[in-house]
Structure formats: structure tokens, C-alpha cells
């Protein structure tokens, strides 16, 4: 895979694999599949500059993300499907 660094405060995020089946075992096609708003954070950028001062980032890589349905942009690196969003657009770490 190529290497990508993210700039300011931006993430890259491995998107988890969107269900295959209902929790009652309904096997879901491919047209009605929701988009996984979860993931795991792959890269960090180093944070932003507001101010003169230095904001630096809370996510850290191998955290597991809750985001926005619309957040981000999606890219492909290395034919991996992957999401490059604003620290902003996470709206919570998982435990």
C-alpha cells in the first residue's frame, strides 16, 4: 500500500465492512447496504495552527471512530478503500 500522510487536522480512517446480514440472519443485497459510519484510524496529521498556537490532535492511530453518515471524502490507496475526514468530523473514540 502506498504511504499517506495526512496534513493538518485530518484522519485517515480504514471504514469497517458494512453488514452482510440482519441481526435475525435476513442476508442483505449490495443496493440496500448502509455505509459503515465506524472505523479504524489509520494515519493522523500532526494537528492544526489557530492562533499562533498549536492544537494537536486527540485521535491517535488504531483507534476505533464513530462518524457523521456524510463525513469525509472517500479515496482509494493501493485498491483499499479508505476515508480522509477532519478530526471535526469524528464524533467519538469507541472503548
Given amino acids: 500500500m502506498a504511504s499517506i500522510k495526512p496534513l493538518s487536522d485530518?484522519?485517515?480512517?480504514?471504514?469497517?465492512?458494512?453488514?452482510?446480514?440482519?441481526?435475525?440472519?435476513?442476508?442483505?443485497?449490495?443496493?440496500?447496504?448502509?455505509?459503515?459510519?465506524?472505523?479504524?484510524?489509520?494515519?493522523?496529521?500532526?494537528?492544526?495552527?489557530?492562533?499562533?498556537?498549536?492544537?494537536?490532535m486527540t485521535v491517535k492511530e488504531g483507534d476505533k471512530v464513530l462518524y457523521g453518515k456524510y463525513s469525509g471524502t472517500e479515496i482509494e490507496i493501493g485498491g483499499e478503500e479508505l476515508m480522509i475526514m477532519r478530526e471535526s468530523d469524528i464524533l467519538g473514540v469507541l472503548s
Avoid at 25 to 52: C, F, H, L, W, Y
Fill in 10 to 56: 485530518r484522519v485517515l480512517v480504514r471504514p469497517d465492512t458494512a453488514e452482510e446480514t440482519t441481526s435475525s440472519g435476513i442476508i442483505i443485497p449490495d443496493s440496500a447496504k448502509e455505509k459503515p459510519q465506524r472505523g479504524t484510524v489509520v494515519a493522523v496529521g500532526p494537528g492544526k495552527v489557530e492562533n499562533g498556537n498549536k492544537i494537536d
